[in-house]
T-cell receptor, first 115, second 113 residues
Framework: KAGVTQTPRYLIKTRGQQVTLSCSPI?????VSWYQQTPGQGLQFLFE???????NKGNFPGRFSGRQFSNSRSEMNVSTLELGDSALYLC??????????????FGPGTRLTVL | KNQVEQSPQSLIILEGKNCTLQ??????????LRWYKQDTGRGPVSLTI?????NTKSNGRYTATLDADTKQSSLHITASQLSDSASYIC????????????FGAGTTVTVRA
């Protein structure tokens, strides 16, 4: 069974631009969660989508948004990029919703650099 | 102050030796605690998930313990291997109306031959 895939793997953008990241979950998984990881802040939860609905969200500004499609694939969008948005963006999928104790499987991440 | 504290920040051990990582948390109401292993340049991999009623859970050479009364957890690595070199992250989930996640900063383990 294929794992979680994320595209692109690396991205360089400039301040003010917007970016869209994509995540394809493991087949059959309905939950996709997004995380930001930086050396200074560590891992932080962005949001979770389950069956095309946002189930939960962390403390990030409205510039960060996402959506999930009927095939469970998810996209994350960041508008008006700031230097501080440079990070590794990880997505994780699971069969059950995030509040359950179902194992989450992470993708390799997208490394975003904002210049 | 982070609500999930991990110690030590980093440690170096010789191949074949054991080590124990600590995770202390203050968040509540507790739902579950997760340990992840993250190799450099890769996404985290789930090692264990423990709920309030579980004291110990093992995954191969990894054994996690949980004391929900003292709000402490540990991850014990037995007979370390070079492939155990990674960052180990403790994540605590609380559940009120919905769930919240609190992340530890991680412990970096380096195993040397």
């Amino acid at each position: 069974k294929a794992g979680v895939t994320q595209t692109p793997r690396y991205l360089i953008k400039t301040r003010g631009q917007q970016v869209t990241l994509s995540c394809s979950p493991i087949s059959g998984h309905r939950s996709v969660s997004w995380y930001q990881q930086t050396p200074g802040q560590g891992l932080q939860f962005l949001f979770e989508y389950f069956s095309e609905t946002q189930r939960n969200k962390g403390n990030f500004p409205g510039r960060f948004s996402g959506r999930q499609f009927s095939n469970s694939r998810s996209e994350m969008n960041v508008s008006t990029l700031e230097l501080g948005d440079s990070a590794l963006y990880l997505c994780a999928s699971s069969f059950a919703a995030g509040h359950d104790t179902d194992t989450q499987y992470f993708g390799p991440g997208t490394r975003l650099t904002v210049l | 102050k982070n609500q999930v504290e991990q110690s030590p920040q980093s440690l170096i051990i010789l191949e074949g030796k054991n080590c124990t990582l600590q995770c202390n948390y203050t968040v509540s109401p507790f739902s579950n605690l997760r340990w992840y292993k993250q190799d450099t340049g890769r996404g985290p991999v789930s090692l264990t998930i423990m709920t309030f009623s579980e004291n110990t859970k093992s995954n191969g050479r990894y054994t996690a313990t949980l004391d929900a009364d003292t709000k402490q957890s540990s991850l014990h690595i037995t007979a370390s291997q070079l492939s155990d070199s990674a960052s180990y992250i403790c994540v605590v989930m609380i559940a009120v109306n919905d769930y919240k996640l609190s992340f530890g900063a991680g412990t970096t383990v380096t195993v040397r031959a």
